[in-house]
């Protein structure tokens, strides 16, 4: 059973749907009691990162998911603002993040480029996969997924690095440690890439 997080702060239904159309059961809650017996478990979100922390900590969800991702090591896709708020903060807020990567969400700068790229980063793109990871079959040899964002991830241990893509730059799309890993992309959107990639959440995890 799939457990997705619903803070009020998510794109529920396309990932839930994508779930069911691969054939995996699914719950979608904010209740902490279900949440105590999930064997796996989404963090999905949109929206600006403050507002996510801080429905997180309102729904009274922060404790028991430390519980079951730091303590159990239950395995957690963050999705989008989900990955970002994993990260110990952001620059587009003052909240503190949930802290499971050593890494920070930042801006898009564009001051040293010739061309000055639109923000939000929006649109297909090429993602290079960094290190293996169940996520990715070792026979995939085409990687394109859909974004929306204007802050990326900032690793600051290069091997918590999941996925690159570029926009302007190189920038960390991706994390992953341990049982924990996220993806700034949103695997709902992706078509057959996104579907692979939950297939395979679904399948090796």
């Keep these: 059973m799939i457990t997705v997080i619903d803070y009020g702060a998510g794109n529920i239904g396309s990932i839930v749907n994508m ?3 691969l054939g995996a059961a699914t719950i979608t809650t904010s209740d ?3 949440i105590k017996e999930a064997s796996k478990l989404v963090l999905p979100g ?9 429905k997180l900590k309102e729904s009274g969800l922060v404790e028991i998911l430390n ?3 730091i303590e159990e090591k239950i395995p957690i896709l963050g999705i989008c603002l989900g990955v970002q708020l994993m990260t110990k903060g952001s620059e587009e807020g003052n ?4 802290g ?22 929006m649109g297909w793109a090429d993602t290079i996969v960094k290190k293996a990871s169940p996520l990715f079959s ?4 085409e990687h394109r997924y859909y974004y929306v964002h204007s802050y990326h991830l900032s ?3 290069e091997n918590d690095i999941l996925v690159k893509a570029h926009y302007g730059y190189e920038f960390a799309a991706g994390l992953e440690k341990e049982n924990i890993m996220g993806v700034q992309f949103h695997p709902e959107k992706s078509h057959k890439f996104g579907m692979r990639l939950f297939k395979n959440f679904i399948d090796n995890i």
């Design 138 to 141: 070792a026979n995939e040899e």
């Design 32 to 34: 902490p009691v279900c």
């Design 155 to 157: 690793a600051n241990n």
């Design 19 to 21: 779930f069911k159309r």
């Design 95 to 98: 909240l503190p993040g949930l």
């Design 46 to 54: 949109v929206g600006s990162f403050d507002v996510g922390i801080s």
């Design 100 to 121: 499971w990567f050593n890494a920070e969400t930042i801006k898009f700068k564009f001051d040293d480029l010739q061309t000055k790229l639109k923000i939000p980063h």
């Design 67 to 69: 519980q079951k991702v």
